[in-house]
């Protein structure tokens, strides 16, 4: 059974940071693609970002240069790193691990576990 938990998310002021983790039991994250989605009330949830079993990422526009993913093979663990964050970046983040083998990262469909999901709140 593959579990994702995720950790640190809170509330920051604007142009803040904060560092979210994923810890995934069960079969090894390196193994597989995980990423990042967010969704913000009355929002769908949107692709953030992913990190494939090469370590190529993929970032969404909105992200791009603010947000950086990784992964610690290790601890079996993948962090994103937000900078610079804004109040429109304020939604409750999951962590997501994506069916083996996939290509298509942007979409909820080729995601086969989700995490709990973390709150993260920016203020003005």
């Known amino acids: 059974q593959v579990q994702l938990v995720e950790s640190g998310g809170g509330l920051v002021q604007a142009g803040g940071s904060l560092r979210l983790s994923c810890a995934a039991s069960?079969?090894?994250?390196?193994?597989?693609?995980m990423g990042w989605f967010r969704q913000a009330p009355g929002k769908e949830r949107e692709f953030v970002a992913a990190i494939r079993r090469n370590d190529g990422t993929q970032y969404a526009d909105s992200v791009k240069g603010r947000f950086t993913i990784s992964r610690d093979n290790a601890k079996n663990t993948v962090y994103l790193q937000m900078n610079s964050l804004k109040p429109e970046d304020t939604a409750v983040y999951y962590c997501?691990?994506?069916?083996?083998?996939?290509?298509?990262?942007?979409?909820?469909?080729?995601?086969?576990?989700w995490g709990q999901g973390t709150q993260v709140t920016v203020s003005s």
């Open positions: 069960g079969r090894t994250s390196s193994s597989y693609a």
């Open positions: 997501a691990r994506y069916s083996f083998g996939t290509s298509i990262l942007i979409v909820t469909t080729t995601v086969a576990y």
